[in-house]
């Protein structure tokens, strides 16, 4: 069984050949041999384009089919995740809370007859917060902070379409893809 790369390249062999028997009023003088190996050939290729495109249209049923599964799945996970998240952020808020109450009353121990609770401090590095919202560094000291070059992908398609040379490397490109109607 031939496969249709190399029908594909079968055929671009023979449409040389053809090319070569055309004459100069247009006419193309080729073997009917010739002639009917290519239409032998390009129906051929039509024949595996149908079964890959039949190939396509069952993956697309399958992909469907999948997703629709793993959306009942997630969903399901969903509630599950939700529910454990909404225990976490309760045991957080308690937490805290309790940490409140001995800040507060000043007492940085409690010992119960099951239990031992203690005010500590967290080990590691200590957190940084910094504001949201956008920062002007002009006033920030040199050395706390980087700055990263990225690229801007508007600016490079605008310069492209203005025909101006862009980096070693870059170029903008459109994509092709193919409809089934």
């Excluded at 249209?57 to 995740?81: G, V, W």
């Excluded at 609770?117 to 560094?137: A, E, H, L, Q, R």
Aim: with cysteine.
């Amino acid at each position: 069984m031939t496969s249709l790369y190399e029908l594909t390249q079968e055929m671009l062999k023979l449409q040389t050949e053809l090319d070569e028997c055309v004459q100069e009023d247009g006419s193309i003088d080729a073997p009917d041999e010739l002639i009917g190996k290519y239409i032998s050939f390009d129906t051929l290729s039509e024949d595996k384009v149908e079964g890959v495109i039949r190939f396509i249209e069952n993956l697309e049923i399958e992909s469907t089919t999948r997703k629709a599964e793993y959306q009942a799945l997630t969903k399901a996970i969903d509630k599950h995740r939700i529910a454990a998240r909404t225990a976490e952020n309760k045991i957080a808020r308690l937490k805290q809370f309790v940490l409140w109450h001995m800040t507060t009353i000043g007492k940085p121990e409690i010992k119960t007859a099951t239990h031992k609770i203690k005010i500590c401090t967290n080990g590691g590095n200590p957190s940084v917060n910094i504001p949201s919202g956008p920062i002007d560094f002009k006033f920030w000291p040199e050395g706390l902070y980087e700055m990263v070059p990225t690229p801007d992908t508007d600016a490079i398609r605008d310069a492209a379409a203005a025909g101006k040379p862009l980096p070693p490397g870059v170029e903008v490109v459109r994509g092709q893809h193919i409809r089934i109607s």
